[in-house]
C-alpha cells in the first residue's frame, strides 16, 4: 500500500469516528434559538421562607444556576434576574413592591421565549411537601408550559402536586412573556428541605425540568 492509500485510510478512519460524536453534538442542541429568563426569588434583605438556618434566597440561585448552566448546554440563550445576594429594589419605601416592578420590567424587556421564576414554598404546618407550578392567564402559553412541565415532572418525582392558576401574584400580572412560577417545594417540611440541599436531587430536579421545558418547545 503506497502512503497516499494509507493516509485516506486514516482520514476515513477519523472521519467515521468523529462523526456519531458530531451527530450527537448537534442534537444536544435541543434548545438552540431559545430566550430564557430565570428569575431566583428574592435576594439580598429579603430572604423568603425560612427554615432554621436555611433561607429560601439561596436555594433560589443556587438551583437558578444550575438550570442556567443546564440550558446553556442545550444551545439556550439565558438572562437572570439576579446572580447574586440582591433584589432588584431601586426604592426604600415599598422596597418589595420595586423589587418585583423591576423583575417583570427585565423580562419584559428581554422578551424572553419563556420565563421561570424559582421559589420555595413553607407553610407554618410541616406536613405540605413537593414541587407546585403556578402560572396566570396573562400569556395564553402559560398554562401549557405549566402543565407539559406538570405532567413530566409528575412522571419522574414522586411528590409534585397539580399546576395551579392563580392570578393574584402581582409580579406575574405585568409580564407580557409567556412563562411559569415553580415553587421547588416546601423548606418547611423535613423531607422537601433536606432534598432541596442535597446536590444529587438538585442535578436531578434541574435535568427534568430542562427536559420538561424541551417537552413544551417541541409542542
Ligand atoms: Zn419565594
Known amino acids: 500500500m503506497n502512503k497516499y492509500k494509507l493516509l485516506i ?21 435541543t434548545l438552540a434559538g431559545k430566550i430564557i429568563c430565570l428569575d431566583s ?5 429579603d430572604s423568603g421562607a425560612e427554615a432554621d438556618t436555611i433561607l429560601e434566597k439561596d436555594l433560589n440561585l443556587k438551583l437558578a444556576k444550575k ?28 422596597r418589595k413592591r420595586s423589587d418585583l416592578y423591576n423583575r417583570a420590567s ?17 407553610t407554618p404546618s410541616k406536613k405540605w411537601r413537593g414541587l407546585q407550578i403556578f402560572y396566570t392567564n396573562k400569556n395564553n402559553q402559560n398554562r401549557l408550559i405549566a402543565e407539559t412541565l406538570t405532567d413530566y415532572l409528575k412522571g419522574e418525582l414522586s411528590y409534585v402536586r ?6 393574584s401574584y402581582y409580579m406575574y400580572k405585568h409580564i407580557n412573556s409567556p412563562g411559569i412560577l415553580i415553587e421547588a417545594g416546601f423548606i418547611s417540611n423535613p423531607n422537601d428541605n433536606y432534598l432541596l440541599r442535597n446536590n444529587n436531587y438538585q442535578d436531578k430536579l434541574i435535568l427534568l425540568i430542562s427536559e420538561g421545558i424541551e417537552k413544551y418547545f417541541k409542542k
Request: charged share 20%; glycine share 6%; hydrophobic share 35%.
Open 41 to 45: 426569588g428574592h435576594g439580598g434583605t
Open 67 to 94: 438550570l442556567e448552566k443546564e440550558l446553556i448546554s442545550r444551545g439556550a440563550t439565558v438572562y437572570m434576574t439576579r446572580n447574586g445576594d440582591y433584589d432588584l429594589s431601586t426604592t426604600t419605601v415599598n
Open 162 to 167: 397539580d399546576v395551579k392558576k392563580d392570578n
Open 9 to 29: 485510510i486514516i482520514c476515513f478512519l477519523f472521519l467515521t469516528n468523529l462523526l456519531p460524536t458530531a451527530k450527537a453534538w448537534v442534537n444536544n442542541y
Open 106 to 122: 427585565y423580562i419584559n424587556k428581554i422578551n424572553p421565549d419563556m420565563y421561570i421564576s424559582i421559589h420555595l414554598n413553607a
